[in-house]
């Protein structure tokens, strides 16, 4: 039976959630993204939200596009991913420099997610022929819960009661029992307050992973995606197009 898989970081960890063909699911969490292969090396697609390609001197275009479509209610959730140099300062400070040429510097909110940047590609050019047929690709939760929503963003922050109510309403109109693989995540990994996993704060995690998951089962082998009005552009040092996949299509 194929497996999909929707993944995002939450604190400490990767989140996981697993999808089948049916209405089966599951849920992980795992230390790093080498352990999480380890457990999902037979799905037949991987969603994770975090950059995958890295462009070596400009602002990717996939980004650029989700900031325009998020507009100004959602758009801050979009981090101009920096250089393939700037992912490997080792200090802000230094990726900055990097990018002192160019047109965009690096964001604060950017340079707390590069070691996470720097995981995941790691892994792909160090499993690159274990991968095999599994479909890995990068998507991002507010840009797929803008697809659900028939392109328009989400109305609440995905922190407030608001908006995870928002999202858990959209996720059940193509999930089974969405609203309870939800609280089993929030139940199993949130708590108890005194040594949580991931934290009451990272209640939004499982609600991105879900989606991704969702996405990741639903979006096909040719699925939707980020830029839209040009060519995505291309990592030439992995050898990867630079894109964020979403489900369904948005015209």
Known sequence: MSEYVGVDWASKGWFAIHLSETSESGMG?????F???????????????????????????CDIEAKEVLGTVRGNSVFYTPTRKGVGAQNIKE???????????????????????????????????????????ETHPEICFWALNDGEPMTYGKKTEEGIEERLGLLSNHLTDARGLYEDAVETFTE??????????????????????????????NPSRLPKKSDPGYDDVRGREMEIVFWPDID
């Open 35 to 61: 352990n999480l292969w380890h457990h999902h090396k037979d799905a037949e697609r991987i969603l994770i939200d975090i950059p995958v390609g890295l462009s070596s001197n400009r602002k990717r275009k």
């Open 192 to 221: 108890p307050e005194w040594a949580p996993v991931i934290g009451k704060s990272g209640r939004d995690d499982i609600l991105d992973a879900m989606v991704a998951a969702l996405t990741a089962r639903e979006c096909g082998e």
């Open 29 to 33: 969490f795992y230390p790093s993204i």
């Open 95 to 137: 990726a900055k420099q990097a990018q002192e040429n160019l047109d965009f510097s690096v964001q604060n909110q950017a340079w707390a997610i590069v070691p996470r940047i720097q995981e995941v590609d790691e892994f792909l050019e160090m499993f690159r022929e274990e991968i095999g047929n599994t479909d890995i690709r």
